[in-house]
C-alpha cells in the first residue's frame, strides 16, 4: 500500500516537473523568437512610443539689396505650447489665475476666465496634456521675450512648462517694392516652403539651406527634445538692385499708370558698362489698386511698336543702303504695298531726311526697307537676328519669354510681313529683351548680359561672384553707332519726345506707340495702345539705359509713348541723375572747401550788415556788386569781399551759400529745386557752368 503510493506521488510529481520543464522550454522559446525574430520590429515600435524624430529647418538666406539693404529675409516666430504636467501642482494652482489674466491682455482674443479654463483643464482633465497649444498665433521673438515674464513661463528651465515651436517667416521689409522680382515662397508637398518665383525660386539652392534633424525622447516621464545633425543655414544672395533707384521708379510709373488709368506697365533701369538692373518695377490694375502682380518685365513677349524702328534702322546703316542725311520723298504719307495701305498720322509729308524719318516716327521707314529687302528679306531678318533679337537676354530669372522674330521661311512669313516687322508688328519681344539691344546703342555696341545677382555669400565670406557679362562686343559698327546716337538724341531735340528736352540731362531715345491685337479679333475693335519710351542719360556720357511700357491707358487721357511714357522717363532721369551726381566727390573742391569761412558767398548788403553787428573788420573789393564771394585774409583776422558775377543763362554755383540766396540764383535760372539737409550748400547735381536748360531739376545738399 505505502509503496504504490509512494509510485503514485513520484509518477505526479515526474508529471508536474515535466509540466514546469515544458513551460520553462515555451518560455525561453517565445523569449528567443521575441529577441531575436521579433526584436527589430518590437524596438522600433518602443522607440516610435518613447522618440519622436524631427526636422530642423535651416535658417533661409537674406536678399540683399546692392548697398547692403534687406529684400527679403527670414524672422523666427513661434508658437507657444505647455506642458501642464511638467508644472508643480502647487506652482500652477497659485499662479494660473495671473497666468490667465497676462495671456488674455496679451492675446486680447478672450477673457482671463476662457484662458484659466484651458489651462485648468490641460492640468487636471481626465488625460493632461503635454503639448497643450496656447494660442494659434505665432509670435515674434521679442514677443517671445514678454511672454517669458508671465507667471509660470518666467520659471527656469522645463518647471515653467512651455514649450516653444519655432518657425521662420519670410518677410520684405521694403514690401511692394520689386515684389515679383524678389519673389515668394510656396508650400511644397512636404510641408516646408521653397522658392519658385523671382529671384528666391532662380536661388532656391543657394538661399534655402540643409535641414537639420532632431527628435524628443521621452526620459522619466517628460520629453527632451535633443539636436542629431544640425541644420545648415542657407547662404545670402546680394543683388543689383538699389533701393532709392527701385522706389523713384515704381512711384513714377505707379501714379501716371494711375493718372492715365491704364491697366499695366512695366519699367526697367539698367546701367550701361554692366548690364545690371538697378530697378525694375511691374504694377498692374488690380480691385484693390495697382501693385505688382505679374513680372511683365521678362514674361510679356509683345509687339513693341515703334521701338524696334531702331532695329531697323541699324540695318539700313549697316547694309549701306541709307545715310541720316539722304533725303526721300514721301509725298502724300499713304504708302501701299502687297494690299495694305499705311498712313502717317500728319499728312502730307513731302520730302524729308532719313535722320528725320527716324526722329518724327514716320512709318516712312517701310518704304525704305521695302525698296532695299523685298527681294530678300532674309538679309534684314539676319540683321535683327546678329543683333541677338532673336534671344533670350539669360537672365537669372525663371520665366523669360522666347522672342519671337519670324524668317522668311516660316509658314506664317506673307508678302505684308517685311513691313510690319520694320515698325514693330508681326514680331514679339520683352520690354527687357529691348532695354537689352538698347544698352548695347549706348554702350558703344557692347551687349551686355542683364545682371540681376552679383554675389552668394556666406555671411561675409563671398563664395561666388557673378561678374558682368559680354554677350557680343560689337552688334555694329563704329560708325552705324555714331549715326544712331546722333538719331536718337535728335528724337528728344527735335523730334516725336521734344517734352522731353528740359530734363535735368540730356536724354537720347526712341518713343512708340503700337496698337495692341484683340485675340482673333485682331485690330478691328476699339483699339488699344502700348505706349513705350527707351533710351539712356545722359546722352553725351551714358550712365543709364530706361524702358517704360504702359499697356491700354485710357485715350480720353492720351495714349502716345512720348507724353505716357515719356513723362515717366523723364522723371526718372531727373531723380537717377540728381541722385547719382550728388553721390559724386570732387577731392579738391572738398579740400577747398574746409579752409572758407561759414559764410562763404551771396549778397554783398547781407554780409556787411552782420560783419558791422559783430564788428569784424572787411575789406570790400566787390565794388558795385550785388553777389559777393568771402575769404579771409592771410593772417585769418578780417573777411575779404569779391566780386561775383552772375550770369543767369548758365547753371549757377551755389556751392557754400545759405538756402535762400542759392534759391534766389537757381529758381531766377529758372530751375527747379530740390533740397535736402541745412546749412550751407556742400553739393549740387547739375555742374556750374552748363547752358541752363529752363525747366530743369536740381538738386542741393546743405550741411
Known amino acids: ?47 516610435n512610443v518613447s522618440k519622436k524624430d524631427f526636422v530642423i529647418a535651416p535658417v533661409r538666406g537674406n536678399i540683399y539689396a546692392d548697398d547692403g539693404r534687406i529684400l527679403a529675409s527670414s524672422v523666427p516666430y513661434y508658437s507657444l505650447r505647455f506642458d501642464c504636467v511638467a508644472v508643480a501642482d502647487t506652482l500652477f494652482r497659485r499662479k494660473v489665475d495671473s497666468l490667465a489674466i497676462c495671456l488674455s491682455k496679451f492675446f486680447g482674443d478672450a477673457s482671463a476666465a476662457v484662458y484659466r479654463q484651458k489651462l485648468w483643464k490641460g492640468k487636471f482633465g481626465a488625460k493632461p496634456n503635454r503639448y497643450l497649444l496656447i494660442n494659434k498665433k505665432k509670435i515674434s521673438y521679442t514677443e517671445l521675450m514678454a511672454v517669458k515674464k508671465f507667471p509660470i513661463f518666467r520659471e527656469r528651465g522645463t518647471r515653467s512648462g512651455l514649450i516653444l515651436e519655432q518657425e521662420n517667416v519670410r518677410l520684405q521689409p521694403h514690401r511692394d517694392l520689386a515684389f515679383r522680382t524678389i519673389g515668394y515662397l510656396n508650400e511644397a508637398a512636404d510641408g516646408s516652403f521653397e522658392g519658385r518665383v523671382g529671384i528666391e525660386g532662380a536661388f532656391e539652392k543657394q538661399l534655402r539651406g540643409v535641414p537639420g534633424r532632431s527628435f524628443r525622447q521621452m526620459m522619466s516621464g517628460r520629453w527632451i527634445s535633443m539636436t542629431e545633425e544640425e541644420p545648415v543655414d542657407g547662404n545670402d544672395v546680394v543683388t543689383t538692385i538699389n ?78 543702303y541709307v545715310h541720316p542725311a539722304d533725303t526721300i520723298d514721301l509725298g502724300d504719307g499713304i504708302y501701299t504695298h502687297d494690299g495694305v495701305t499705311l498712313r502717317e498720322s500728319k499728312r502730307p509729308v513731302g520730302k524729308v531726311t532719313v535722320q528725320s524719318i527716324f526722329e518724327r516716327s514716320l512709318n516712312g521707314i517701310t518704304e525704305l526697307v521695302y525698296e532695299h529687302y523685298r527681294k530678300q528679306p532674309e538679309k534684314f531678318v539676319n540683321r535683327l537676328y546678329a543683333m541677338g533679337l532673336n534671344r533670350k537676354v539669360g537672365i537669372d530669372i525663371v520665366g523669360e519669354a522666347e522672342p519671337y522674330i519670324k524668317y522668311p521661311t516660316d509658314k506664317s512669313w506673307s508678302g505684308t510681313s517685311l513691313r510690319w516687322m520694320s515698325f514693330g508688328y508681326e514680331l514679339k ?29 556666406d ?78 542719360f545722359p546722352a ?119 538756402l535762400r540766396d542759392a534759391l534766389y540764383l537757381l529758381e531766377n535760372s529758372g530751375l527747379k529745386v530740390g533740397v535736402s539737409g541745412s546749412g550751407t550748400v556742400s553739393k549740387q547735381s547739375l555742374e556750374p557752368g552748363q547752358r541752363v536748360r529752363k525747366g530743369s531739376y536740381i538738386g542741393i545738399v546743405l550741411d
Not at 498692374?284 to 502682380?293: F, H, M, W
Not at 519681344?429 to 555669400?457: C, H, S, W
Not at 517734352?499 to 485690330?523: E, H, M, P, Q, V
Request: charged share 25%; glycine share 8%.
Open 429 to 457: 519681344v520683352t520690354p527687357l529683351q529691348v532695354l537689352a539691344f538698347y544698352n548695347a546703342l549706348a554702350n558703344d555696341g557692347k551687349r551686355m548680359k542683364p545682371r540681376i545677382v552679383k554675389e552668394i555669400r
Open 1 to 47: 500500500m505505502a509503496s504504490s503510493m509512494k509510485h503514485e506521488l513520484a509518477g505526479r510529481l515526474g508529471l508536474v516537473y515535466l509540466v514546469v520543464i515544458g513551460i520553462a522550454v515555451l518560455i525561453v522559446i517565445q523569449a528567443l523568437y521575441v529577441q531575436v525574430w521579433k526584436g527589430d520590429e518590437l524596438r522600433r515600435q518602443a522607440q
Open 459 to 536: 555671411g561675409s565670406q563671398v563664395i561666388e561672384r557673378l561678374e558682368p557679362e559680354v554677350v557680343t562686343n560689337n552688334i555694329c559698327s563704329k560708325q552705324t553707332l555714331e549715326y544712331m546716337k546722333q538719331m536718337m538724341e535728335g528724337v528728344v531735340e527735335n523730334g516725336t519726345a521734344k517734352n522731353l528736352r528740359n530734363a535735368a540731362c540730356k536724354i537720347a531715345g526712341k518713343t512708340g506707340t503700337a496698337k495692341i491685337a484683340a485675340g482673333k479679333k485682331g485690330y478691328k475693335v476699339e483699339p488699344k495702345y502700348r505706349a513705350s519710351f527707351v533710351g539712356y
Open 243 to 320: 533701393v532709392d533707384c527701385q522706389d523713384i521708379v515704381q512711384g513714377a510709373l505707379t501714379r501716371q499708370l494711375e493718372y492715365y488709368r491704364a491697366d499695366a506697365g512695366t519699367a526697367i533701369l539698367m546701367e550701361v558698362k554692366t548690364g545690371d538692373i538697378k530697378a525694375i518695377a511691374n504694377v498692374s490694375k488690380t480691385s484693390s489698386g495697382y501693385r505688382e502682380v505679374l513680372n511683365n518685365a521678362i514674361m510679356d513677349a509683345a509687339e513693341p511698336g515703334s521701338v524696334i524702328k531702331a532695329a531697323t534702322m541699324v540695318a539700313l546703316l549697316e547694309d549701306g
Open 540 to 658: 553725351d556720357k551714358p550712365l543709364y539705359t530706361c524702358i517704360v511700357v504702359v499697356d491700354n491707358p485710357s485715350t480720353s487721357v492720351g495714349y502716345y509713348g512720348n507724353v505716357v511714357s515719356g513723362n515717366v522717363f523723364r522723371e526718372i532721369a531727373d531723380k537717377i541723375y540728381s541722385m547719382a551726381s550728388l553721390m559724386r566727390h570732387d577731392d579738391a573742391e572738398v579740400k577747398f572747401d574746409k579752409i572758407l569761412p561759414i559764410s562763404q558767398n551771396g549778397m554783398k548788403q547781407d554780409f556787411l550788415t552782420i560783419y558791422d553787428n559783430l564788428g569784424i573788420d572787411v575789406t570790400d573789393e566787390a565794388g558795385n556788386a550785388e553777389w559777393v564771394i568771402t575769404s579771409r585774409d592771410k593772417e585769418g583776422k578780417e573777411f575779404e569781399l569779391k566780386a561775383r558775377n552772375v550770369d543767369f543763362s548758365v547753371i549757377p554755383n551755389v556751392k557754400g551759400m545759405g
